[in-house]
């Protein structure tokens, strides 16, 4: 289920390729920085490769550019969501701009979300 064999290059690919956003971000949830939470990033779970994904929280994040703004990226990515979170997962999106425009309040919305199940 997670890290498909045969995804590992198309994975490797995006974390070679990230997006300014997903490598400025990263730079904040890398080596348990988010009050030492692991992160992964380019993480397939099934057949999906979600941007960063936190085992121990079962949280993923999602960053979007304009790309998913179209009605087709919002059908995707709503058929990715309810794919994921019927597994048991919450998944929270920022857009590309907001991590540079507002990054404390995305890092405060991501560990916001720590303890989700429990709440």
């Known amino acids: 289920m997670h890290n498909k064999k045969e995804l590992e290059s198309f994975r490797k690919e995006l ?8 490598a ?10 988010a009050e030492g939470r692991k992160f ?4 397939s779970i099934n057949n999906y ?4 994904f936190c085992p121990s929280e079962r949280l993923i ?17 709503a058929r990715r969501t309810a794919y994921l979170e019927g597994l048991d ?18 890092l405060m919305e991501i560990k916001d979300n720590f303890g989700w199940k429990d709440k």
């Open 61 to 77: 994040i999602e960053l979007d550019g304009s790309g998913h703004l179209s009605p087709n990226g919002e059908e995707k990515d």
């Open 15 to 22: 974390r070679n390729n990230a997006t300014p956003a997903e």
């Open 89 to 106: 997962y919450k998944i929270i999106r920022f857009e590309n701009k907001m991590v540079f425009e507002n990054l404390a309040l995305v």
């Open 40 to 43: 992964r990033r380019q993480h």
């Open 24 to 33: 400025f971000l990263w730079k904040y949830l890398s080596n348990k920085k």
């Open 49 to 52: 490769i979600v941007d960063f």
